[in-house]
């Protein structure tokens, strides 16, 4: 890759192919080096990508974490329903049935 100041070069992540010149980042989302002539800008922009990626695998792992524990506690909740003899009300949508 060319390097020019008008140039920017994104770090890739660590499964992707590394051209010559472009930085991969571990699975942490942390940089494993940084070349000797990156600029200022380069560097800030680098750190936030690094920064924005961490936040986003972070927000991601807690609403899969919340998803899973709304799913244990439906599951929970239609076996209660079930010992209570009510089937009418474990239907999806908890319509009432017919009659």
Same mark, same amino acid.
């Given at each position: 890759l060319p390097h020019s100041p008008s140039s920017v070069h994104m770090a890739l992540? /660590?499964?992707?192919?590394?051209?010559?010149?472009?930085? @991969?980042? &571990? /699975?942490?989302?942390?940089?494993?080096? /940084?070349? $000797?002539?990156?600029? &200022?800008?380069?560097?800030?922009?680098?750190? $936030?990508?690094? @920064?924005? !990626?961490?936040?986003?695998? %972070? %927000?991601?792992?807690t609403l899969e974490g919340e998803l899973q524990? !709304? @799913?244990c506690e439906n599951t929970v909740l239609r076996m209660r329903l079930a010992e209570l003899g009510s089937p009418s009300e474990c239907r999806l949508g908890g319509?009432?049935? &017919?009659g």
């Open positions: 992540p /660590a499964n992707a192919p590394s051209p010559v010149g472009v930085l @991969r980042l &571990p /699975a942490s989302g942390q940089v494993v080096a /940084a070349a $000797a002539d990156d600029s &200022p800008f380069e560097s800030a922009l680098r750190d $936030a990508h690094g @920064r924005l !990626m961490a936040a986003h695998v %972070a %927000a991601v792992g524990r !709304m @799913r319509a009432p049935g &017919p």
